[in-house]
C-alpha cells in the first residue's frame, strides 16, 4: 500500500501562528494569523505545578553549566532576551526535554506505522509501539491515513489546530477525534485535552497543505472523543474515551477569558481629591510664610476667592507684625 502523502506546513507568524485564509471567504489570497488551538485550551488552565518544575530544571541546569551562570551574572534584569535564553539552555542542560523529544518519537513512530510505512523501532521503545499497536487492534479501532496530523480552524474563535488523527470502529456511529498522549501523567491534562479534542469536532474546514485549499471537515463525532495514553518507556497503553461536550462548554470560557484579557477599561487615575473652602483657609491660616503661601496658591488656584486672598493677606500681616517684635525686642 501506498503511503499517503505527507501535508506539508502552511507558514507561520513569530508566534507560531498559522498564517492561512479565510475558509469562510472563497478565493481570498490573504492569509490571517489563527490562534493556536493548543495556546486557546490553555486560557484557563493551572499552569502552577509546570511552572515550578520549569523553575527547577532551570536552576539545576545553571549548576551543570558554568558558562550559563557567568552569562546570567554579566546580564542585567532587563536583558529579556539573553535570560530567556539562558533559561532555556539550563532547562536543556538539565535534561527537561528528554521525555519531550522521546516522546516526539513516539509520535513520529506510531504515525509512519498508521500511513502504512515498514519501521523499525529500536529497544526499549518496541515495546512501546507494540502495546499501542495491540490496544488499538483489540479495541478494534483503526486509523485513517488520509487524516493524520491535519490541520483544521474553527472560525468561531478564529483558531487553527493539528489533529493526531481520526479513528474509526464498527461499533461507534460516527468516527472520532484521536489524540495520542506520550506524558507519564495525564491527571492534570484532562481540562486541556477535552478543549482541544471538542475544537478539532467542531471544526470548519480542513486545510490540504497539498492543494493549498480548504477541504470539507469529515464528519465525525462531536460527544466523544478517544485519547491513546502511551507514556514513554512504559510498554502499556491504555484508552480514553473524552467528553466532548462538557469541551466544546469549556471552550466558551476559554474564548470569554481571552477576551476579558483585552479589556483596557478596568482601572483608571483617581482624580486628585478637591480641597474644600473651609479647609483651605485652615492651610492659609497656618502658612509660615510667604514660600508656603505661594505653594498653596498654586496647588489650590482653581479653588482659590477673594475670600482666601483676603484670608492670605492677613496672614501674611500677621506674620510680618509677628517677626518685626522679634527683632525689636531682643
Avoid at 45 to 68: N, Y
Avoid at 191 to 212: F, H, K, P
Wanted: charged residues 20%; proline residues 5%.
Amino acid at each position: 500500500m501506498t503511503a499517503p502523502s505527507i501535508q506539508p506546513e502552511p507558514k507561520r507568524d513569530r508566534y507560531g501562528r498559522y498564517l492561512l485564509p479565510d475558509p469562510g471567504q472563497p478565493g481570498a489570497t490573504s492569509t490571517l494569523a489563527w490562534t493556536r488551538a493548543t495556546t486557546f485550551a490553555k486560557s484557563i488552565s493551572d499552569t502552577f505545578g509546570l511552572t515550578k518544575w520549569q523553575l527547577r530544571m532551570a536552576l539545576k541546569g545553571l549548576t551543570m553549566r558554568p558558562d550559563l551562570f557567568a552569562r546570567v551574572s554579566a546580564a542585567t534584569v532587563d536583558d529579556r532576551q539573553v535570560l530567556d535564553q539562558v533559561a532555556e539552555a539550563a532547562k536543556e542542560a538539565a535534561a527537561s526535554s528528554s521525555g519531550a523529544n522521546l516522546g516526539s518519537a513516539l509520535h513520529q513512530f506510531t504515525e509512519r506505522l498508521d500511513r502504512g510505512e515498514q519501521v523499525t523501532v529500536p529497544a526499549p521503545w518496541d515495546a512501546d509501539v507494540a502495546a499501542y499497536r495491540k490496544v488499538l487492534t483489540e479495541a478494534g479501532i483503526e486509523v485513517n491515513a488520509e487524516w493524520i496530523e491535519r490541520i483544521i480552524v474553527v472560525r468561531q474563535y478564529h483558531i487553527a489546530g493539528t489533529l493526531d488523527r481520526i479513528l474509526h470502529s464498527p461499533t461507534w456511529r460516527l468516527p472520532r477525534i484521536g489524540d495520542l498522549k506520550t506524558g507519564k501523567d495525564l491527571s492534570y491534562g484532562w481540562l486541556e485535552i477535552a478543549v482541544q479534542e471538542a475544537i478539532y469536532a467542531n471544526a470548519d474546514a480542513m486545510w490540504n497543505g497539498l492543494t493549498g485549499q480548504y477541504e470539507p471537515m469529515p464528519e465525525v463525532d462531536r460527544e466523544v472523543g478517544v485519547v491513546i495514553h502511551l507514556p514513554v518507556g512504559k510498554a502499556t497503553a491504555t484508552l480514553y474515551e473524552v467528553d466532548l461536550v462538557a469541551g466544546w462548554e469549556i471552550a466558551q470560557v476559554c474564548a470569554t477569558v481571552r477576551g476579558l484579557r483585552t479589556r483596557r477599561d478596568l482601572a483608571r487615575a483617581m482624580p486628585a481629591p478637591k480641597t474644600s473652602s473651609a479647609l483651605l483657609l485652615s492651610l492659609i491660616q497656618r502658612a509660615t510664610g510667604e514660600p508656603e503661601m505661594d505653594r498653596l496658591w498654586a496647588d489650590h488656584s482653581a479653588n482659590w476667592t477673594t475670600q482666601h486672598t483676603t484670608a492670605a493677606k492677613a496672614r501674611l500681616a500677621a506674620l510680618s507684625t509677628t517677626n518685626q517684635t522679634v527683632h525689636t525686642n531682643p
